[in-house]
């Protein structure tokens, strides 16, 4: 899996948009970008994947670059249960031998 | 979507047993399943990947006969921690791979928090 870099720790207010980069250089070719949330004392939870330029969903989206090097998962209107970790994976999780996390993002959602 | 159960999710025992977790894909086949670990504010930590039918592959620094890996069907690993003591407390939670589309999926157990005396 290539190397993904994200901010440690981001705060936001309920109702605003928050947008977490992740920056990924060394991305290949049949590389995906997927993005997982966890609270605490539970397993991580699929939030979205993409390839290139915009995915969305309910939940979220992502946006990324033509280049491919980076990546921002973008949640509309957090609310304070949006208060989690975020990571972002980018390989091929079909292929890969290891699925190996970063140290993710710590958000915290205030009232 | 898919499900992974893991069991217990929680366990306390004295130092010196063993404890044994199970991970099970519900609703699909698992050929590849990865077993974390994860201490308080970090991040997940690969310990092993586990192959069905074969011997698992652990990462470098986790100790095979301390962290036995079993995969013995394609909806079963388990994992056993052998002799537990209270550095081996910690949150333990386990992945399914899922190959069905243009790409695979991960999906998460619940964890099994290990709490040894």
């Known amino acids: 899996l290539a190397k993904t870099t994200q901010p440690i720790s981001m705060d936001s207010y309920e109702g605003q948009e928050v947008n977490i980069t992740c920056s990924h250089n060394?991305?290949?070719?049949?590389?995906?970008i997927t993005w997982y949330q966890q609270f605490p004392s539970q397993g991580p939870r699929f939030i979205i994947q993409?390839?290139?330029t915009k995915v969305t969903n309910e939940v979220a989206s992502l946006f990324i670059p033509a280049d491919r090097k980076s990546s921002t998962l973008s949640l509309p209107r957090v609310s304070l249960s949006d208060t989690a970790v975020y990571y972002c994976l980018v390989g091929d999780i079909d292929r890969d031998d290891k699925i190996i996390f970063g140290k993710g993002t710590r958000l915290h959602i205030l009232p | 979507g898919a499900v992974v159960s893991q069991h217990p999710s929680r366990v306390i025992c004295k130092s010196g047993t063993s404890v044994k977790i199970e991970c099970r894909s519900l609703?699909?086949?698992?050929?590849?399943m990865f077993w974390y670990r994860q201490f308080p504010k970090q991040s997940l930590m690969l310990m092993a990947t586990?192959?069905?039918?074969?011997?698992?592959?652990?990462e470098q620094g986790v100790e095979k006969d301390k962290f036995l890996i079993n995969h013995a069907s394609l909806t079963l690993s388990t994992l056993t921690v052998t002799s537990a003591h209270p550095e081996d407390s910690s949150f333990y939670i386990c992945?399914?791979?899922?190959?069905?589309?243009?790409?695979?999926?991960?999906?998460f157990g619940e964890g099994s928090r290990l709490t040894v005396l």
């Open positions: 992945s399914a791979r899922w190959r069905g589309g243009r790409t695979g999926e991960l999906f």
């Open positions: 993409g390839y290139k």
């Open positions: 060394n991305i290949a070719t049949n590389d995906y």
């Open positions: 586990s192959n069905e039918g074969s011997k698992a592959t652990y």
């Open positions: 609703d699909f086949q698992a050929t590849t």
